[in-house]
């Protein structure tokens, strides 16, 4: 497929990931046809400020959109909101959308998102039990966001606990129900999940580590959470934050290569050359990481993916990738990730949990491989350059807080 | 809506109308400014809106924040007149402000 022979480009999924590709599609000089689909009705927006500044009430839905809507009328890109592809014909290179309509593409490019896991449990449809990825869920859930309002957070990811100290400085009671033992299992180390744990218990949060939601209680409106252990909670709203799922859907009707996600090479292409994915719903080779095969749910990832796709299909300078990062902002504490902690058999401190304000290095041998930075952006900056530039520093080295995190970076091999 | 002029690396003038109390990064990546990315939607989590205050515009724009000087410390080709634009707040003071961007985020 060479650049030349393009002249219409379907990008499935109108959120960060196929919002930006449209974008850098047209930056990047492409000027066929992109048609853009979308299940939500609005245009792309940016979704980590949900359960942030949004939920807070401190930005309207302009502000979270990547680009005014009439942006993609100047700049010719059909965005087809409220659509839902169903179908892909490979063979024939069509895209058929809910009602029967097809269209032809030369490319196609799947950013089709994730789905969030909804509670497998009866009353899980409940008045005031919500699910949280979309600006409407989170318009339904502000409705009732009141000061007083109990809430259950079910899950104790970086969602689950955003959600939290939101609804801690709006003045709700706060119980989280977790199945692990701490809080951000998945996603960090015990000894930061234990610092997050401390600061939201301060804050007034109460935790059920190791408890298990049984079922929804209430007729029409929820009224409480009874747990495995026959304990009861009561709630004027239940919000599950228990993870995604890649939507793979369209990806397996047509016969892709799926494997939690569907699974590309670092060029985004999938198993049919003229189909890429990228976003939370496509898994790729991690060039920081020997090339092991991951599905990343984050903003970085989502950027990068149209990044790496438009400069292929425009013919542009290839995107050199960046190590992965993430954030997190709980109360006035912003936790920088970058690169990937799975998998680390050291882990050092720079600086004290005391001083709410310091970097948990993970090391694996003498390879440093992310990093949990909280009101530390220099070190998050520096371990990020790092890991991208495949440098590391000694433990010993990293420890040392007389020495400032630039001039660490600059003497790294 | 006060205005704002943004220069490219390679000279090319963008004037953009900036709603007041957004901030200078959001008027320039809604306008589609090439060389201002925001990845991160102005959170301060990526360092990609780095910019240059037309020197008769820093007292207006205010002081370099303290995260924000962290992540500039590690940002390319760094002045003293750099400012991440998703740490500028505009305002009607800002009418007419004048920003360069580098060359290293074209």
């Known amino acids: 497929m060479s650049t030349g022979e393009i002249k219409r480009i379907i990008i499935i999924g109108a959120g960060q990931a196929g919002g930006e590709t449209a974008q850098r599609l047209r930056q990047g000089g492409f000027d066929g046809e992109i048609t853009l689909i979308g299940e939500e009705p609005a245009a792309p927006y940016q979704r980590p400020p949900l359960s942030k500044a949004y939920l807070k009430g401190d930005l309207d839905i302009d502000r979270l959109m990547l680009r005014p809507a ?19 014909d490979r063979a024939n290179r069509k895209v058929r959308i809910e009602g029967g309509r097809e269209l032809p593409y030369d490319a196609l490019i ?28 989170v318009d ?26 939101v609804a801690r400085q709006r003045g709700l009671d706060v119980t989280v129900v977790e199945t692990a033992v701490r809080p951000l299992a998945r996603v960090t180390s015990p000894e930061v999940a234990g610092f997050f744990l401390d600061e939201h218990a301060r804050q ?29 909670l009561p709630a004027d709203l239940v919000i599950a934050g228990i993870g995604v799922t890649p939507d793979v859907a369209i990806a397996e009707q047509c016969g892709l290569t799926v494997s939690n996600g569907v699974v590309t ?19 790729r080779p991690m060039v920081h990481y020997g090339g092991r095969i991951a599905r990343l749910e984050s903003v970085h990832n989502a950027v990068e993916g149209a990044k790496i796709v438009a400069a292929v299909l425009t013919g542009g300078k290839e995107h050199a990738e960046e190590a992965p990062w993430f954030w997190s902002d709980q109360y006035d504490l912003k936790l920088q990730i970058a690169g990937l902690f799975q998998g680390y058999d050291q882990l050092v401190f720079r600086g004290v ?61 | 809506m006060p205005k704002i002029t943004y220069i490219e690396h390679n000279g090319k003038e963008h004037v953009v109308e900036a709603p007041v109390g957004q901030t200078v990064m959001e008027a320039a990546v809604k ?12 959170a301060c989590a990526c360092a990609t809106c780095h910019v240059y205050v037309d020197p008769e515009w820093l007292a207006k724009t205010g002081e370099q924040n303290s995260m924000e000087q962290s992540m500039l410390d590690f940002a390319n ?30």
């Not at chain 1, 090479?265 to 898994?283: E, K, L, M, V, Y």
């Open chain 1, 110 to 137: 799947l950013a089709t998102g994730a789905k969030p896991r909804k509670l497998p449990l009866v009353g899980a449809d409940l008045d005031g039990v919500h699910l949280f990825r979309t600006a409407a869920d």
């Open chain 2, 31 to 42: 306008h589609a400014v090439p060389g201002i990315d925001a990845d991160c939607g102005g």
């Open chain 1, 140 to 165: 339904r859930v502000r409705e009732r966001f009141v000061s007083g309002a109990k809430l259950i957070v079910i899950g104790a990811g970086y969602i689950g606990l955003e959600v939290a100290a």
């Open chain 1, 265 to 283: 090479d670092r060029q985004c292409r999938t198993s049919d050359p003229n189909i890429f994915a990228i976003g939370d719903c496509a898994a």
């Open chain 2, 77 to 106: 080709e760094v002045e003293d007149n750099s400012r991440l634009s998703c740490q500028i707040k505009v305002s009607e003071a800002l009418d007419g402000l004048v920003v360069r961007l580098p060359k290293s985020q074209h």
């Open chain 1, 70 to 88: 009439s942006v993609y009328v100047e700049e010719h890109i059909a965005l087809l909101t409220k659509t839902r592809a169903v179908w892909i």
């Open chain 1, 204 to 232: 007034g949060v109460r935790f059920v580590l190791g408890g298990q939601a049984a079922l929804i209680k209430g007729s029409d409106r929820v009224t409480g959470v009874g747990l495995t252990d026959g304990a009861e």
């Open chain 1, 353 to 413: 949990m005391a001083d709410r304000a310091f970097a948990a290095f993970y090391y694996k041998g003498d390879k440093l491989i992310a990093v949990d930075a909280v009101n530390r952006p220099a070190e998050y900056l520096g371990a990020k350059m790092l890991i991208q530039t495949n440098r590391t520093l000694p433990p010993s080295v990293i420890e040392d807080m007389s020495r400032p995190m630039k001039e660490l970076v600059a003497s790294a091999r």
